[in-house]
């Protein structure tokens, strides 16, 4: 018994915990009605006259450790836990850093919601693709430079299979699958063999649209890019068409804005001509109608083509495209 005794006592010393119910349970163990130390103080009537004071000491030593160790467990426990009457709430939080789009996401983002409100449907399609989608369909005759090795990162010749050199192949891709009417816009990633510049970089992104229907004549293309370029670079815009050539379209043209930074009046940005190239654009060529089964008396059409990175160059006044391949945060974060 003396030794049962010394035991608990030594049970008592190491026993640890953070844990109120812990505490409570250990409490009940020892000092509750039925505890150790209450049924230790009932035996002591059994206990042999010339061990009763030996026997009385330990058991009063194991009581008052007991009662030690809980009033010590408490006290911890209650230090531990948080004093609402300390807490300041008025303190600020501390800050997430988020992060933040891309600038070349963030002018995707805003041409694909005004073409979207104008009912433009998006379509996507392979960053690798043959020679067909990118080029015959489009009406390139079989000798034109674009084809030339300078500019198109060939995977496979004969068969060609190529990285697409523009998003104009998304415009076949949709003509495979739907009839007329079509009215989509393509945003996407497209690759030119290009020395790497401030001005040119063989990755590059664009934002192809196509609409076809009955009908529509040059002044349906006139007005949607009218729409697009104020929505886009604000109420004053101007907009400008040069007649140009592109194998697809026919007539083509190339669209200027008055220039974002001196509103026309001539400044560095625009070389002091007053105006910005921002795409190129035309009537569907009636051959890439036929070449993609598009009954080229009934419908027509017009497409056009632009840069993301030259428009958010232009918006945000970026003078180096390779800015937006580096992923400098300094640079992203500004966004
Ligand atoms: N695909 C042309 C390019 O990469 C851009 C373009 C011009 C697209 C005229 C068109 C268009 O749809 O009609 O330079």
Redesign the pocket.
Known sequence: MIDKIKELIGEVELFKTNNTDEVEKFRIKFLGKKGEVANFFTQFKNIPNDKKKEFGQLVNQLKNSSLKKVNELLENLKKNSVDTNKLDLSLPGDSYKLGSRHPISIIRNEIIEIFTRLGFTISEGPEIEDDWHVFSALNFPEEHPARDMQDTFFIEKNPDILLR????SV?VRVMDKQQAPIRTISPGR?FRNEAISARAHCIFH?V???YIDENVSFADLKQTLFYFAKELFGKDTKLRFRPSF?P??EP?AEVDISCTLCGGKGCNVCKYTGWLEI????MVDPNVLESNNIDNEKYTGF???MGIERIAMLKYGIKDLRLFFENDIRFLEQF
Request: proline fraction near 0%; include cysteine; hydrophobic fraction near 35%.
């Open positions: 050199t523009h998003t104009s415009q497209v664009q192809e649209g196509l592109f697809f379209t083509s795409l190129g654009c035309g497409a056009f083509g």
